[in-house]
């Protein structure tokens, strides 16, 4: 069966420091991967996804994340957070054949300090 | 342009009780989903339109939810005899073609079961 586990439930770094939160799926062939944040009061937003090609996306905020396959992981990295960055992020899956799935991983909260 | 909306924003009901909780997309998408989201765990998948079929209903809980989407656009989710461990946030999210596209999402409507 298709998952989806961030291993990290918190994660707090300081203003200025890089950022990575991990993402592993499982799923038998390469899934859609997307990462998502979520603001207090806000709704989720996309940050960035990776269906196929360069296996390193570029996403908004200044946001990257990088595909391994060997790994089966899609790391969500960030070279210098900022105090807004501070919200719960979540790592996303979609199958890309046979019946819909789209699984969201439990989230990471981070905490950003200033 | 407007995005999702999501009425009510919250909603309080006896168990028992039958509650209705509506979704109007970004007009022009034809892919409507609904998730559920409790607290400190992801959004969980729960049905996901195409125009006006449910394409996949898999993450449906029981007997006791269903969605329609009568004219492909507004879409309104019902629950019967409501219990308190349906007391969660639901999310309504909108994409333009399929799941391979971004997903965008409305604010939800916390629903709370007493």
């Known amino acids: 069966a298709q998952s989806v586990t961030q291993p990290d439930i918190h994660i707090t770094v300081s203003e200025g420091a890089s950022l990575e939160l991990r993402c592993n799926y499982s799923?038998?062939?390469?899934?859609?991967l997307f990462w998502y944040v979520q603001s207090p009061g806000q709704g989720l937003q996309l940050l960035l996804k990776y269906f196929s090609g360069d296996t390193l996306v570029q996403g908004i905020k200044g946001f990257e994340a990088e595909f391994k396959r060997s790994q089966s992981s899609f790391n969500l990295r960030k070279p210098s957070v900022h105090w807004s960055d501070a919200a719960e992020y979540f790592c996303a899956v979609a199958t890309t054949s046979g019946t819909y799935k789209y699984i969201f991983g439990t989230g990471t909260r981070l905490k950003v300090l200033a | 342009g407007a995005g999702v909306s999501q009425t009510p924003s919250n909603k309080v009901t006896e168990k028992g009780k039958y509650v209705e909780l509506r979704c109007d997309p970004i007009?022009?998408?034809?892919?409507l989903y609904w998730y559920r989201q409790s607290l400190g765990q992801g959004p969980e998948f729960l049905i996901y339109f195409q125009g006006t079929g449910a394409a996949d209903d898999s993450g449906l809980p029981n007997d006791r939810f269903f969605a329609v989407r009568p004219e492909g656009s507004v879409s309104t989710l019902k629950i019967q005899r409501t219990e308190r461990g349906d007391s969660a946030v639901y999310l309504c999210a909108s994409s333009l073609t399929g799941p391979s596209d971004e997903q965008y999402f409305g604010p939800g409507t916390r629903l709370t079961v007493t």
């Open positions: 007009s022009g998408h034809t892919a």
């Open positions: 799923y038998g062939a390469t899934p859609y």
